[in-house]
């Protein structure tokens, strides 16, 4: 079974300043590992994957993530935050059979603010 | 190309209704997943329909049932309605013919309110 946990249901960051948010998984088997943005009101849009290629993903809009076997971590991160940058965000986490139709499991989610 | 539709967007019903949502999955995806998004909450997994049959179904009750139909689109069911049914409900749609790195694209969703 896998699961993933959010830390911090709400984060609020300056125009500019570093974006950080925390994800954390657990898996029996090596995981494939998403970020999605959810902006008010509309669906789930991808923001980036891993799929256990380079540790280092890079999305759109800027932002990346980094899997960290060692510390279980999967932590989405932008270095200067935008206007159009607040929404919500979830992590979900995946394993893989090799059909790669296995369900999404996903965090709680974390409300980004930018604060102008 | 097309991406994820859903219909309808906002949909309002009373208690003990029925209600079906439909979803038009992307061009050359052959698997849609359903999901249910209470307020508040991230999306928790019903079931997934792969080449029209059930693949894998998650903790929700049989009045949950869904439909694919030959051009891969689908419908989700709900029987019976009840208040905490209210919620976004989300489809996705993916390409799962053994390809490890397939990725679930999401439509819009459709706001089901139940009074």
């Known amino acids: 079974a896998q699961s993933v946990t959010q830390l911090g249901s709400h984060v609020s960051v300056s125009e500019g300043a570093l974006v950080l948010l925390r994800c954390n998984y657990s898996s029996s088997v090596p995981p494939y590992l998403f970020w999605y943005v959810q902006y008010p009101n509309q669906g789930l849009q991808l923001l980036l994957k891993y799929t256990s290629a380079a540790t280092l993903v890079k999305g759109i809009n800027g932002f990346e993530a980094e899997f960290k076997k060692s510390e279980t971590s999967f932590h989405l991160t932008k270095p200067s935050a935008h206007m159009s940058d607040a929404a919500e965000y979830f992590c979900?986490?995946?394993?893989?059979?090799?059909?790669?139709?296995?369900?999404?499991?996903f965090g709680t989610g974390t409300r980004l603010t930018i604060i102008p | 190309e097309t991406g994820v539709t859903q219909s309808p967007t906002h949909l309002i019903k009373t208690r003990g209704q029925q209600v079906t949502l439909r979803c038009s999955s992307q061009?050359?995806?052959?698997?849609v997943s359903w999901y249910q998004q209470a307020l508040g909450q991230g999306p928790q997994f019903i079931f997934q329909y792969y080449r029209e049959e059930e693949n894998g179904r998650g903790n929700f009750p049989p009045r949950f049932s869904g439909l694919q139909f030959p051009n891969y689109s689908s419908e989700l069911n709900v029987n019976a309605l009840e208040l905490d049914d209210s919620a976004l409900y989300l489809c996705?749609?993916?390409?799962?013919?053994?390809?490890?790195?397939?990725?679930?694209?999401f439509g819009p969703g459709t706001r089901l309110t139940v009074l």
């Open positions: 061009s050359g995806h052959n698997t």
């Open positions: 979900a986490v995946r394993g893989h059979n090799g059909f790669g139709n296995e369900k999404l499991t």
């Open positions: 996705a749609s993916s390409s799962g013919d053994k390809i490890p790195q397939n990725t679930q694209y």
